[in-house]
């Protein structure tokens, strides 16, 4: 059973930066889409980032040239480096991942078999 935890949100200015984590436990072996998903109060949660096992992002529109997504493999461990932070992406934040078809992952995937509990992301203006 793969678990997953995430840590890294807080509650930050317009304009500023996080470096959200996602530290991957249980995994024994194998390839996995990875990603970063994001639900605001009365929306339906939605795609932020993806990573296929291969290390090919996908991102939603809305955080393109601001968010990066990125693993490392030896410390098993997803990020979700945010710049330039806008009041709308406050949100909770989840980290995901899925062992189904891992280098075919774009954002706008469903259906991830694992899911952490999710970190809080603020921004206020």
């Known amino acids: 059973q793969v678990h997953l935890a995430e840590s890294g949100g807080d509650s930050v200015q317009l304009g500023g930066s996080l470096r959200l984590s996602c530290a991957v436990s249980?995994?024994?072996?194998?390839?996995?889409?990875m990603g970063w998903f994001r639900q605001a109060p009365g929306k339906e949660r939605g795609g932020v980032a993806t990573l296929t096992s291969a290390g090919i992002p996908s991102y939603a529109d809305a955080v393109k040239g601001r968010f990066t997504i990125s693993k490392d493999n030896g410390k098993s461990t997803l990020y979700l480096q945010m710049n330039s932070l806008e009041p709308e992406d406050t949100a909770m934040y989840y980290c995901?991942?899925?062992?189904?078809?891992?280098?075919?992952?774009?954002?706008?995937?469903?259906?991830?078999?694992?899911w952490g509990q999710g970190t809080q992301v603020t921004v206020s203006s």
């Open positions: 995901a991942a899925d062992p189904r078809s891992p280098f075919n992952c774009p954002v706008t995937r469903a259906g991830f078999a694992y």
């Open positions: 249980g995994y024994t072996g194998g390839s996995y889409c």
